[in-house]
């Protein structure tokens, strides 16, 4: 028989279908209960409070009572004792108590029998303790809340009486508590009307600082004082804004403005005075400068132009006193520790003391339009040095024209009585010319400053004038002198005379002078109308000279070369005038003079050479036989004298003549000697090759023509003869 373990057996007796009670299915739940679960474990932990062992005297009590509550109970308690105690299995409580290392195991069997006993009980009985504590707390809560009700219903009572009271004092009041409220909104509309009125003072009127400002001498002219003035002419507008409705004219509104304009007079008298004095200190000074407030005073004071006009006269008239003590100090004294010298040392030197005159008035005349232009805030135009200033229409430069003639005109009569008497007393036409040219540029360059109507640029225009004048008549002077030098009848050189040479240095020096004032920027007609006169005046004299002294000289010697000195003195003259592009003119005139000599020259060294060459004869009486008679008949062209006419052209060809003539040696320019002499050959040529042909020509009745020709250079070869000149190529062209 096999034996079966304890363990089997109370398995196989509790798997074994048996009728079970609630109790013990109860018991099967909680033992297979998971113990991990935090509400389990919670749950048994305040169980094990709740049987938690006391000391001996309450355990012996406590067993006494579970031996009472053992005999009390019923079965199924003990068969759940049974049950759990076969088992083998311990309560929850029991496992608690056995945690405990101070608790007897038996004590924790007895609470473990007494909490499966009697938990029903004892949890009902902590219920019930639990709720009679609470009924104990509630009703000292409610006997608080009674008394508290008492409190309430005495503090309703009181408030009723305080709010018929309030109530009462409200109707006793309301009168008062009217009249509070009106006056209240009164209140407020005085505070609009205040602040309204305050806004509109603070617009239309000026405050104490301000009228101080304007009215008080102690407050000088400068940004405060202008803002307020620019507050004051801002209310007259804003003012008149304000008077535009259909109400017209306001009583305040004609307030406001006779205010405001008796406020901008007294800041316009308070800037005259300000202007006033300070021109005065400023017209003494040298070094002029204009700070920003007397700009900005200038500029305002220019809507009350008769008081700008006063107060600019007490400067024009300390800045004309200004000028001239200093242009006087320039003449006299010399600049500070005597550097620059006085202008006065150099009187000796005409162009220089007048150059350094002049000089001096420009540059005062600079420095007073640039104070000018400062003063009233006009900026220049940028310019080239010495162009022509555009004066502009403008009120501004009304007033610096003004006052830059003011200031300058009194340095005009001490100016014109020292450059006329060094105008005056002047020998020299260069000189003069020099100080007539530089009058002229400072007469321009003063026009294009301060315009052609200021009283300086008049002065220096009478003077320019005055120079030119004097040096006009200077040269005519000299012209008529020069037309009385007769030439030395014992000279026989061609060449200029001395006379002539100095003339047309004269003449050169002027030029230069000229030609170094022009700008570049005229055109051909000024160029040659500025300077016309003067070529007139300096050339036709020596023109004349030349041409009447060699005629007169001609007559007296005949034997003087007359052509070639008047051709050398003409190309002289347009040697002189050739640098020059504005004596183009002149050139002109004097090249048809060299033209017309150089003809005459021509017709005569042709003469000369047909004589030299032994051809004039024969050529003679080509031209002057009768018609119908034979040229063989004619004396002069005989055949002997053919003959021998024909043998001394042979000779002259083999001579210098041909290349050189002694008499064209005498002329200055090589070119009219070639041009000349080139030109008589060809003539000699042409009469050759005609006497070839008449002498070939049957009527003319010459026996052994060819012969005749041919015994002699060129043989009868015009074109020999054109190689012989070496004037082929220019046959050929």
Not at 107 to 116: C, P
Not at 197 to 214: P, V
Not at 540 to 560: H, N, S, V
Not at 710 to 717: K, L, N, T, V, Y
Request: net charge negative; proline share 4%; with cysteine.
């Amino acid at each position: 028989m096999t034996a079966i373990s304890p363990s089997s057996s109370r398995i196989s007796s509790l798997s074994s279908p048996q009728p079970q009670n609630p109790i013990s299915l109860r018991l099967y739940k909680v033992l297979s209960a998971n113990f991990d679960d935090d509400a389990t474990r919670e749950a048994l932990d305040t169980l094990a409070e709740l049987y938690a062992p006391s000391t001996s005297r309450s355990t012996s009590g406590s067993k006494g009572k579970g031996v009472k509550a053992d005999a009390e109970g019923d079965a199924d308690a003990d068969d759940e004792y049974d049950i759990a105690g076969g088992s083998g299995l311990k309560p929850t409580g029991m496992v608690a108590a056995a945690s405990a290392p101070a608790v007897d195991e038996s004590v924790a069997g007895d609470i473990a029998a007494r909490a499966r006993k009697n938990l029903r009980r004892d949890v009902e009985s902590k219920l019930a303790e639990s709720s009679r504590q609470f009924l104990t707390a509630f009703g000292e809560v409610d006997k608080q809340l009674d008394t508290l009700q008492e409190h309430i219903g005495l503090m309703r009572v009181r408030c009723d009486e305080a709010q018929t009271q309030l109530q009462d004092t409200n109707k006793a009041c309301k009168t008062l508590l009217d009249r509070a409220g009106s006056l209240r909104e009164e209140r407020q509309g005085v505070a609009v009307r205040q602040s309204i009125i305050t806004l509109f003072l603070s617009r239309f009127t000026l405050n104490a600082d301000e009228k101080e400002a304007i009215a008080s001498r102690d407050v000088p002219v400068g940004p405060r004082f202008f803002a307020a003035m620019d507050k004051a002419a801002k209310i007259r507008d804003d003012c008149r804004v304000l008077m535009t409705g259909d109400e017209g004219d306001t009583k305040a509104g004609l307030d406001i403005l006779s205010a405001t304009a008796t406020q901008l007079e007294q800041a316009y008298e308070k800037i005259f005075r300000h202007c006033s004095f300070e021109f005065r200190q400023m017209g003494r000074d040298a070094n002029l400068d204009v700070d920003p407030a007397m700009r900005e005073a200038v500029r305002r004071l220019r809507q009350r132009p008769e008081l700008l006009t006063e107060a600019l006269t007490y400067m024009s008239q300390t800045r004309q006193a200004t000028l001239l003590s200093a242009f006087m100090d320039a003449l006299t004294r010399g600049g500070p520790g005597g550097l620059p010298r006085p202008i006065e040392l150099h009187a000796h030197d005409p162009l220089r003391y007048v150059g350094d005159m002049l000089a001096w008035v420009h540059q005062a005349i600079a420095a007073e339009r640039e104070f000018l232009e400062s003063l009233f805030g006009v900026r220049g135009a940028r310019r080239m040095v010495g162009a022509v200033r555009e004066f502009g229409e403008s009120e501004e430069e009304g007033w610096i024209g003004e006052m830059m003639d003011g200031a300058v005109k009194g340095l005009c009569g001490p100016l014109k009585v020292r450059v006329q008497q060094t105008v005056r007393s002047q020998e020299s036409s260069i000189t003069s010319y020099k100080i007539a040219n530089l009058l002229g540029f400072y007469m321009l360059t003063m026009q294009r400053t301060i315009g052609k109507e200021a009283l300086l640029s008049k002065t220096l225009e009478e003077l320019t004038d005055l120079a030119y004048s004097i040096f006009y008549g200077a040269i005519e002077t000299q012209g008529r002198s020069l037309l009385r030098v007769p030439l030395n009848l014992d000279e026989t050189d061609v060449s200029p005379p001395l006379a002539i040479l100095d003339h047309a240095q004269v003449l050169r020096e002027m030029m230069l002078v000229y030609d170094s004032s022009l700008l570049g920027n005229e055109n051909e007609d000024e160029l040659q109308a500025g300077f016309r006169d003067i070529l007139d005046k300096m050339v036709d004299p020596a023109i004349e000279m030349c041409m009447t002294g060699a005629e007169e000289k001609k007559r007296q010697r005949p034997a003087w070369d007359k052509a070639v000195f008047v051709l050398n003195t003409l190309a002289y003259l347009q040697d002189v005038l050739e640098p020059f592009a504005f004596t183009a003119e002149k050139r002109g005139v004097v090249q048809g003079l060299m033209e017309g000599k150089v003809l005459q020259l021509i017709e005569e060294h042709v003469n000369d050479v047909l004589a030299d060459a032994g051809l004039a004869e024969i050529a003679a009486a080509c031209n002057s036989r009768r018609p119908n008679e034979p040229l063989s008949h004619v004396t002069a062209a005989e055949p002997a004298a053919l003959q021998a006419a024909l043998h001394r052209f042979s000779e002259w060809l083999s001579g210098e003549g041909v290349v050189h003539s002694p008499r064209l040696s005498s002329l200055t320019v090589r070119s009219l000697h070639t041009r000349v002499h080139h030109a008589a050959l060809e003539r000699l040529a042409h009469t050759y090759e005609r006497i070839c042909e008449e002498v070939k020509k049957p009527e003319n009745k010459y026996e052994a023509a060819a012969t005749l020709l041919g015994s002699e250079r060129p043989f009868g070869q015009v074109r020999l003869l054109w190689q012989i000149f070496g004037l082929q190529e220019q046959t050929a062209d």
